[in-house]
């Protein structure tokens, strides 16, 4: 994680660079507040990075001599058969068309929604999975 939290700092040093630039030539207020604002939230994830790297273990990625399979292993379980990110995909993009269109979509995605994301925090609490 080391390497990325510095990547990021670059980052972070470039993205200021660049707002500087920006608002000294183009004299825009909206354009500069938004690069200022894409540093801070640069420094504050390479912050988390270095911080997080200095109290975990050495990592695969931060060893130069080590190969691709180094860091293969389990990276977390996923549920196969879960259809509630269908439910909610669908449902957020009714209520982003909705912006778009017309409030009154947001009548039809919000029950899709709320499916979905029940549907899902609760996904292993029903049937034989369920505790008494």
């Given at each position: 994680?080391?390497?990325?939290?510095?990547?990021?700092?670059w980052l972070?040093?470039?993205?200021?660079?660049?707002?500087?630039?920006?608002?000294?030539?183009?004299?825009?207020?909206?354009?500069t507040?938004?690069?200022?604002?894409?540093?801070?939230?640069?420094?504050?994830?390479?912050?988390?990075?270095?911080?997080?790297?200095?109290?975990?273990?050495?990592?695969?990625?931060?060893?130069?001599?080590?190969?691709?399979?180094?860091?293969?292993?389990?990276?977390g379980?996923?549920?196969?058969?879960?259809?509630?990110?269908?439910?909610?995909?669908?449902?957020g993009?009714?209520?982003?068309?909705?912006?778009a269109?017309?409030?009154?979509?947001?009548?039809?995605?919000?029950?899709?929604?709320l499916?979905?994301?029940?549907?899902?925090?609760?996904?292993?609490?029903?049937?034989?999975?369920?505790?008494?």
């Amino acid at each position: 994680m080391k390497i990325q939290g510095k990547m990021f700092v670059w980052l972070s040093v470039f993205v200021l660079a660049m707002a500087v630039v920006y608002g000294v030539w183009s004299k825009e207020p909206a354009g500069t507040t938004a690069l200022f604002l894409a540093f801070g939230l640069c420094i504050m994830v390479g912050f988390y990075l270095g911080f997080t790297a200095r109290r975990v273990d050495t990592g695969a990625q931060d060893n130069k001599e080590a190969d691709v399979a180094d860091d293969a292993g389990e990276l977390g379980f996923f549920s196969p058969h879960s259809w509630q990110p269908l439910s909610l995909a669908i449902g957020g993009a009714l209520a982003f068309l909705g912006v778009a269109v017309g409030w009154w979509l947001l009548y039809f995605s919000a029950p899709l929604v709320l499916i979905g994301i029940f549907g899902w925090v609760f996904e292993y609490y029903r049937g034989e999975n369920r505790t008494q």
